[in-house]
């Protein structure tokens, strides 16, 4: 099947009760077994609930995985992947990622014995020179957040592969209608559900899809052990959020296109980063890897903080908070905002910077998004 028809199909029956055509919302804690020893494929809903179980089939479907989890955030499945790691080892991630997974790697995990380095995953000579006997995983983004940098997925898997490294992907921006890391050869992905997969501004989730079925055993084992689970509400919400991923993955790409360019063709910005740019410097890397660009654009104000202050306060349909990927359009400040953690120095060695904006493109009229950004960079002049 298509991928806009599995976006419909994909771990959904009817009900065989009823003939529900909606996975029903399974709201129990618990379930009845009908002797000692014997249960009806369900026993306590930390493990397993029905409807989580056809919401992680969906997913990993849609992935071109076997297996599928969701957790409570994000920040929940990256953290059941390193609870997989002992003391000692190391984890090689790339330099510009979200504030929260450089936070959990550098400031809780580290304090417990497992390392990391953060490098520009671009540059492959690097890759291979910075993975050491202890490396277990090569953890990135592509495209990257903030800065919408590309990595070559399929290049950093023949490198880590080679030395017995599994490679793990967030594949949150680009979402599997416009990139497919397993088939580039990454062991595993993972997604804030939060954003593009729900859509829809309501639910915190996160998910991993693997093929690895001796490696998601080891993360469900960690799953139910730590309890990082989502509720059964959340997980129907994100069900139903699915059904329209295809269509809302064209239109926030159709808007973000138009966007970029005419925010490129403005006096006030240094540069602008959306792949779908002939000017973004990895243009060809996307054109490979990837087939749509969807909806985050990033561009650097020239005045700084006090440029970014007014552009914000002229904006109104683009609202100023924190996330992404819901059909409203959202503006984002890295810098106060979602990496904030990342020390400043840091921060601006990489390019995240106080004149740094980070769009989310919705789903809104695009005359009316190009007024409203026409209107923040009104404040400018």
């Not at 998601?216 to 084992?221: A, T």
Request: aromatic share 8%; with cysteine.
């Amino acid at each position: 099947m298509k991928f806009s028809t599995l976006c419909l199909h994909a771990g959904v029956t009817p009900d065989p009760s009823n003939g529900a055509i909606m996975t029903p919302i399974f709201q129990t804690s618990t379930y009845v077994q009908p002797e000692l020893g014997k249960n009806l494929g369900y026993e306590y809903s930390r493990t397993d609930n029905p409807t989580r179980a056809a919401l992680q089939e969906s997913i990993a479907t849609l992935e071109g995985g076997k297996f599928g989890l969701c957790f409570s955030s994000g920040m929940g499945a990256i953290d059941c992947l390193i609870a997989t790691l002992s003391s000692g080892d190391h984890v090689l991630s790339g330099d510009d990622v979200y504030g929260g997974t450089f936070r959990i790697f550098k400031y809780v995990r580290e304090k417990q014995g497992i390392a990391s380095d953060f490098i520009d995953l671009t540059n492959l000579d690097l890759v291979e020179k910075s993975i050491t006997p202890k490396t277990k995983w090569i953890w990135l983004e592509t495209p990257t957040n903030p800065l919408l940098k590309l990595v070559d997925i399929a290049a950093i898997v023949k490198i880590a592969h080679a030395k017995g490294v599994k490679v793990a992907v967030d594949n949150t921006f680009a979402t599997p209608y416009f990139q497919q890391p397993l088939a580039l050869g990454a062991d595993l992905v993972m997604h804030s559900v939060t954003k593009y997969f729900n859509g829809h501004s309501d639910v915190v989730m996160g998910s991993i899809v693997t093929s690895d079925e001796e490696l998601y055993m080891k993360l469900k084992y960690i799953q139910n052990a730590c309890g990082a689970v989502p509720g059964p509400m959340d997980c129907f919400l994100t069900l139903r959020g699915i059904k329209t991923l295809a269509v809302r993955m064209e239109r926030h790409q159709a808007n973000a296109a138009i966007l970029a360019k005419d925010i490129e063709m403005g006096p006030h910005v240094n540069w602008v980063r959306y792949p779908g740019l002939k000017s973004h410097p990895q243009q060809a890397l996307a054109m490979k890897q990837m087939s749509g660009f969807a909806g985050m654009i990033s561009f650097e104000l020239k005045g700084g903080l006090e440029a970014a202050r007014k552009f914000v306060s002229g904006l109104h349909l683009f609202a100023l908070a924190e996330s992404l990927g819901g059909v409203e359009s959202l503006c984002d400040h890295p810098a106060i905002m979602t990496h904030a953690t990342i020390p400043r120095d840091l921060r601006e060695k990489l390019g995240v910077t106080d004149g740094l904006i980070r769009l989310s493109v919705g789903l809104e009229d695009v005359d009316d998004l190009r007024q409203d950004l026409q209107n923040g960079f009104a404040k400018l002049k």
